[in-house]
């Protein structure tokens, strides 16, 4: 099985009939989703997604990757949020952190994601005298990160090749009908695609909104999709054995005695991305009410050196989740070393992938004994595929554990309070009022 979620390391915390206690709720959190009665009903549209997905623009955005690959150096994909860390996600996660370095042709970079400005200037000298396109992303069009970047680069294309090539190097994926973007992009003759009405940022990935960018990347959208889909009948059938609901019924059980916090790891540097994904995934749509699990990451064994430490004797209130990577990528040969100067030879003749596992498996009875409850949650590899499904795995366990929490998974009211200040404090017209108050209190 691509991805499965496994409890053998679990029964110290949870017991077999823990499960079947909350297993009514869990069958009440589907019978929600399913009949869409639930809160944040309009934002299902991911559910399915993996089968009922745009075939025709499925088609334009392989159609317009394979453009960006043919008549570019450089892709610079402007976006934040849910418009951002998926299609890096799985940018990295299928083709690696250095796929820009050892990849030749197309490199892909992106922005928006900040206001960095020194972030910016990087991705501006990136582009300079480059042939570029950008893919500029945003559902609301307004999205102060992403359109200060865009404007930005924007200019400099025009700049480089005037603004009628321009506008056939401007992607917008955005509404389907309003803002202020896909006015834009309408006026200029951008090739545009659609973020759907009811899919949320956070699960906007298998959308346009990531497609794009992993397209063209070089990554096969169709077998990432593929992935999803299985998963997607997969975990979508009610069922004490459906793997997505058993982990989202492991962490309510856990919450509930007292581990609030989940981290998320993984032994595959290129996962890291991934985790990001996750936090968002789970942050935004459980955070509220006062509630939710804190969504934190680590990659190990990089991180065993500096995190290490807490997570074996510090405050106990975490869980650990382990996205257990069976096959890397690429594997390497340990050899024998004349003279065995490092004292390493005891590791020779033998894959690096198989210390890489000792270590997890060290790792993971360690952190037993130190209190720390252990879930896995075993993929075969970081294929397309496993990553399309490893995805739909995520969106099922995060809608349930949402419901089970008591909370709307699908809104985010909470992001706009830091957006209001920001603006009150920059004098943008309409928040003249608030501009006074914040500033006696930073005085
Ligand atoms: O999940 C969300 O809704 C957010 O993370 C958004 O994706 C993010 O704020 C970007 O919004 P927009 O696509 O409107 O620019």
Aim: proline letters at 4%; hydrophobic letters at 40%; one cysteine or more.
């Amino acid at each position: 099985m691509s991805v499965s979620f496994n409890t053998r390391h679990l029964s110290p915390f949870v017991k077999e009939d823990e499960f079947a206690a909350i297993y009514p709720q869990v069958a009440a959190a589907h019978q929600m989703l399913e009949s869409k009665t639930g809160p944040g009903n309009d934002f299902l549209g991911w559910m399915y997604l993996p089968r009922d997905y745009d075939k025709e623009e499925f088609a334009r955005i392989q159609a317009a990757a394979q453009q960006i690959r043919s008549d570019s150096d450089v892709l610079v994909v402007a976006g934040i949020g849910g418009s951002y860390l998926g299609a890096r996600a799985v940018v990295e996660a299928v083709k690696g952190v250095y796929h820009n370095e050892l990849e030749p042709g197309l490199k892909i970079y992106f922005c928006g994601n900040s206001i960095s400005p020194t972030a910016l200037n990087d991705i501006i000298a990136l582009c300079k005298g480059k042939r570029f396109s950008i893919n500029v992303i945003s559902k609301s069009g307004t999205t102060t990160e992403t359109s200060l970047a865009f404007r930005v680069l924007r200019k400099l294309l025009e700049d480089q090749v005037g603004t009628e090539e321009a506008n056939k190097r401007i992607y917008a994926t955005t509404d389907r009908a309003r803002g202020t973007l896909k006015q834009l992009a309408d006026s200029q003759g951008w090739p545009t695609f659609v973020v759907p009405d009811d899919v949320g940022g956070r699960y906007s990935v298998l959308s346009a909104v990531g497609l794009l960018p992993i397209a063209a990347a070089g990554i096969d959208i169709a077998e990432l999709m593929q992935g999803a889909a299985d998963a997607m009948d997969r975990f979508s059938q009610l069922s004490p054995d459906n793997d997505a609901y058993k982990y989202a019924a492991a962490r309510n059980i856990l919450s509930r005695k007292g581990k609030q916090i989940e981290i998320l790891e993984c032994y595959e540097p290129n996962f890291a991305l991934m985790n990001e994904w996750y936090k968002q995934l789970f942050g935004e749509s459980e955070g509220k009410d006062n509630k939710g699990l804190f969504p934190a990451s680590c990659i190990f064994s990089t991180d065993l050196h500096s995190m290490g430490q807490f997570i074996q004797e510090g405050t106990r209130n975490m869980f650990e989740t382990i996205v257990n990577v069976k096959t890397p990528a690429r594997d390497l040969y340990i050899e024998e070393l004349e003279g065995n100067f490092d004292g390493l030879n005891f590791l020779a003749g033998q894959n690096m992938s198989v210390v890489n596992r000792k270590a997890m498996e060290g790792t993971i009875l360690a952190h037993t004994d130190g209190g720390v409850p252990q879930l896995l949650i075993d993929v075969d590899d970081l294929s397309a595929y496993n990553v399309g499904y490893l995805i739909y795995f995520f969106w099922r366990a995060c809608a349930c554990s949402g419901y089970l929490l008591g909370v709307n998974p699908f809104n985010q009211p909470g992001v706009e309070s830091y957006k209001k200040n920001m603006f009150a404090l920059l004098g943008k017209p309409g928040y003249e009022s608030l501009t006074a108050e914040l500033e006696a209190k930073l005085k």
